[in-house]
């Protein structure tokens, strides 16, 4: 069975339609499940109009619910055994699936795994501290991390379920990507890795930078750290990546457990 991969796009035309035209001109077996969250810069309409029986399943909802809900929509909807996701500004290289695919099936102790959406040169400035995380799932290998971002991945869809967080209504991904690493599962980059182009990544020649109708940057991760220009954007996905790879993911996970238990302890206590 193919491979169900959801997209999810408001507002984004520059980006997302070449996300979606890239995505249709890979040779990989996949079945699209998309969500628009009421866009009204013309992206609905495109893609609506295509003509491509990859396409199962396509909603246009009356407003913009983020991301929790059409995730959810999502899992209730698909078929396949594993599932994936794609954001409306990542550029996906052909046989991704092909590679990762083989992985995340053969594996029961993978969780998500994807393609780098970091820039190339943001790995090789690191790549010898990096070696540590670089774990092996005979005949392929992971760079793991406590959790990677929701773009350009695929994983069980019975994990998907599995750490679901239900009552979640937010912008991020709504899987519990942490507790799923600290409960024994791998999540992290396939390696050798495979590179998804990010647009929004000042690096990325299709970046729009900044945003005239808002007057501030048009990354959402940007705006919401209060970014003003390309260069403080860079610099801090820089620091990202090198903050990602310098970590050990077993203390990551350790500070977890660590942490989540004392919570568990507070809220103990308040229900007495």
Not at 26 to 43: E, I, P
């Amino acid at each position: 069975m193919s491979v169900d991969i959801l997209m999810i796009t408001w507002n984004r035309f520059h980006y997302a339609k070449r996300t979606i035209d890239n995505l249709l001109a890979t040779n990989d077996d996949f079945r699209l499940y998309w969500w628009d969250n009421g866009s009204s810069d013309g992206v609905a309409e495109y893609i609506s109009a295509l003509e491509d029986p990859r396409i199962v399943l396509r909603h246009k909802h009356d407003s913009n619910v983020m991301q929790a809900v059409p995730t959810r929509w999502f899992l209730e909807q698909s078929k396949a055994d594993v599932i994936g996701k794609i954001d409306d500004d990542t550029l996906v290289p052909d046989g991704w699936i092909k590679t990762i695919r083989p992985a995340v099936e053969r594996h029961d102790r993978l969780g998500m795994v994807g393609c780098w959406t970091f820039w190339p040169e943001d790995f090789e400035r690191n790549a010898g501290v990096a070696q540590k995380k670089i774990r092996g799932f005979d005949p392929h290998r992971v760079l793991s991390n406590l959790g990677i971002g929701g773009t350009a991945f695929l994983m069980k869809k019975s994990l998907a379920l599995k750490y679901l967080i239900k009552s979640h209504n937010g912008t991020a991904f709504p899987i519990d990507r942490a507790k799923m690493s600290a409960e024994g599962y791998c999540s992290g980059w396939y390696y050798p890795l495979i590179w998804a182009e990010h647009m929004d990544d000042p690096r990325s020649e299709y970046c729009l930078g900044y945003d005239e109708s808002s007057g501030g940057m048009s990354a959402l991760s940007a705006k919401v750290r209060g970014f003003k220009t390309q260069q403080e954007f860079l610099n801090w996905i820089k620091t990202d990546a090198d903050r990602i790879l310098d970590a050990d993911t077993s203390v990551q996970i350790k500070k977890y457990k660590f942490d989540n238990s004392i919570l568990g302890r507070v809220m103990r206590r308040l229900r007495r």
